[in-house]
């Protein structure tokens, strides 16, 4: 993506939190004639030790974008976080234009497929999924009919994506520190978006108020 190096971030943990705050990725690939097929599932990240990214997901069986995948294993993930309009009200200036406040990351991949016939890594990798977003649930599956299970896993294609690099833009209007409070306060009081984006300010140190709560 385009970076403004004014926005842009080499911190690795800021990148790994907005992953994780907001799992629900765009997988981007390209079919056969070169055009851009897109999915939204939700992803697991992993790094090891030695800072390495992978991140975890499955899609439909049913859903073709998984034999491009295997057919051209390079990707693009993004994750959009928290973004929302910022009116020029902020600044004292009036000479100034509104713009949009964001943060996202962006990853290419390479991706490899689970075998379909490994029910016991397909199994693995949902309850890495289950563990994030609903843990409460892997009771209840384990619960379930052998068949049920077995008919489940054969319904998705799980695979892993090895990051190659990543871009991680925190778009926040950090070059205009004169406008800081301001939009702090007004991020604060704001939508659920905003009040996240109001923590980014505060976590970047560009704010001393805690934003609201509730988010």
């Known amino acids: 993506m385009y970076l403004n190096p004014t ?27 070169g055009l851009p097929q897109v999915s939204h599932l939700p992803m697991h990240l992993n790094v090891d030790g030695q800072g390495a990214w ?3 997901a499955h899609m439909a069986r049913a859903n073709p974008q998984w034999q491009q995948l295997q057919a051209r294993p390079q990707a693009l993930v993004t994750f959009l976080g928290p973004n929302a309009y910022m009116s020029p009200d902020v600044y004292a200036d009036k000479a100034r234009v509104p713009t949009w406040s964001y943060v996202a990351v962006h990853c290419r991949v390479r991706a490899r497929l689970i075998d379909a016939q490994d029910a016991a890594a397909k199994d693995a990798l949902l309850k890495t999924l289950i563990a994030d977003h609903d843990p409460a649930y892997a009771a209840q599956w384990r619960s379930l009919d052998a068949a049920f299970q077995q008919r489940m896993l054969a319904a998705i294609v799980a695979f892993e994506l090895q990051v190659e690099s990543w871009q991680c833009a925190v778009k926040l209007n950090q070059h205009r520190p004169e406008a800081h409070a301001a939009m702090h306060a007004h991020y604060a009081a704001g939508t659920e978006a905003e009040r996240g984006l109001a923590r980014w300010m505060e976590r970047l140190g560009m704010a001393s108020e805690p934003a609201s709560q509730g988010a």
């Not at 971030?9 to 056969?32: H, N, Y």
């Open 54 to 56: 992978t991140l975890l």
């Open 7 to 33: 926005h842009s971030s080499s911190d690795a943990a800021v990148a790994a939190q907005i992953v994780r705050e907001q799992p629900l990725a765009s997988l981007i690939t390209t079919d056969e004639a």
